[in-house]
């Protein structure tokens, strides 16, 4: 069964880093392009960063531009996404998701998520 397996969440400081794993069974995440979604209490839910198959081509909203990084491991079959110099507005469940031909800033657009994982930042 097709499945996405989000890991890598929890408490972090601002200014820390963490890494979220986002881990596909039942088919091959090589063929998909990888997002992540963030979704703060009280918000909507947005994209975050989204990469394409390979030879891969990326995106970043603008708030995270230069702090997260989205990578991709075929040999893992797993999407990950790297939090650098947090702040307390990253904070929120974090979703992985997949779709085809190219990103989209629309979450509706996106075919398979991830059960998603919290990130809270506090000092």
């Known amino acids: 069964q097709l499945q996405l397996v989000q890991s890598g969440g929890g408490l972090i400081q601002p200014g820390g880093s963490l890494r979220l794993s986002c881990a596909a069974s039942g088919f091959s995440l090589t063929e998909y392009e990888g997002g992540w979604f963030r979704q703060a209490p009280g918000k909507e839910r947005e994209l975050v960063g989204c990469?394409?198959?390979?030879?891969?081509?990326?995106y970043y909203a603008n708030s995270v531009k230069g702090r997260f990084n989205v990578s991709r491991d075929n040999a893992k079959n797993t999407v990950y996404l790297e939090l650098n110099n947090v702040k307390s507005d990253d904070a929120g469940v974090y979703y992985c998701a997949i779709r085809q031909l190219g990103c989209h800033v629309d979450m509706n657009r996106w075919k398979y998520w991830g059960q998603g994982t919290q990130v809270t930042v506090s000092s």
């Open positions: 990469i394409t198959i390979d030879p891969p081509i990326f």
